[in-house]
């Protein structure tokens, strides 16, 4: 039940950056919600911009996609990555990797790479993204199974509260291979981010925290498929369709609700 005497947390939604198979970018996306027609022709894996060459080429799926949002929001907002804090929120961070883990644990754990690991972790594109933006502000990292957005969410927003002016939110997963794949029905590339201010320009949201249960998956989130991000995605098809709300789920039971006021 919601707390009728506990004021909601604000932000101004500056900008978004979206990446998901076939929709590589927020107005690919905005598009296929208000037209139902996929573009053609459009890259078929990120390509984040802020890594050299080198690194780009080796950075797993997982990296990409959460640098290839994250600055695409950063750019559309004409804001410097390297002045913002950030949150990065992942279900699993990269399971192809995990899986290989598993792999190599059960054969010969002794020639396990140590950069594949490394790479693994749910916390491994906040640092790539520290280190590519020359960002020397607060970045922090939360995994939180199903409510990894929500939790992201509202971490971003006490930021605000607390006195940031501006928050940059990123959520992305990967799908899951081999063994893993029949424990947890993982599939697609997803990765969203928005950038959070005080008092920008853009969409104005109030959340709130509650009971109930989340939003059924509208355009997006049926396009998305099983990525574990996919429970972000009722705010971003409510961004795309200019709906005035949208409800995450939140945890067991627990759902958060996102007013939406358009200027």
């Known amino acids: 039940m919601e707390s009728a005497d506990v004021n909601p947390l604000t932000a101004t939604i500056e900008s978004v950056g979206y990446w998901n198979n076939g929709l590589p970018s927020w107005q690919h996306a905005r598009d296929f919600v208000a037209t139902g027609t996929m573009p053609e022709g459009v890259a078929t894996k990120p390509a984040p911009q802020l890594l050299p060459p080198n690194e780009r080429r080796r950075a797993p799926e997982s990296v990409a996609v959460a640098l290839d949002v ?21 279900t699993h961070g990269d ?13 010969d754990p002794s020639a396990i790479s140590p950069t594949r690991f490394h790479n693994s972790v749910h916390n491994a ?13 607060a970045a922090t990292a939360i995994s ?3 409510a990894s957005f929500a939790e992201g969410l509202l971490e971003a ?3 605000l509260e607390a006195g940031a002016e501006a928050v940059l939110l990123v959520g992305y997963d990967t ?16 990765g969203g981010a ?12 109030s959340v709130r925290l509650g009971d109930g249960e989340a939003d059924t998956p509208g355009t997006l989130g049926r396009h998305a498929g099983t990525n574990p991000m996919a429970p972000m995605l009722p705010l971003f098809d409510a961004l795309a369709a200019g709906t005035a709300q949208a409800t995450l789920h939140a945890g067991p039971g627990r759902v958060m609700s996102v007013e939406i006021a358009y200027g």
């Open 70 to 90: 994250a600055l695409a929001a950063c750019t559309d907002a004409g804001r410097d990555p390297a002045t913002l804090p950030s949150v990065f929120t992942s």
């Open 95 to 107: 399971l192809s990797i995990t899986d290989y883990m598993c792999a190599m644990l059960a054969s």
């Open 125 to 137: 594109a906040a640092g790539y993204w520290t280190i590519g933006a020359h960002c020397m502000q």
């Open 144 to 146: 939180a199974y199903d």
């Open 157 to 159: 927003l006490m930021q």
């Open 175 to 190: 799908g899951a291979t081999g063994p893993l794949r029949s424990v947890h029905d993982c599939s697609g590339l997803l």
């Open 194 to 205: 928005l950038l959070l201010s005080r008092s920008g320009n853009g969409p104005c949201i």
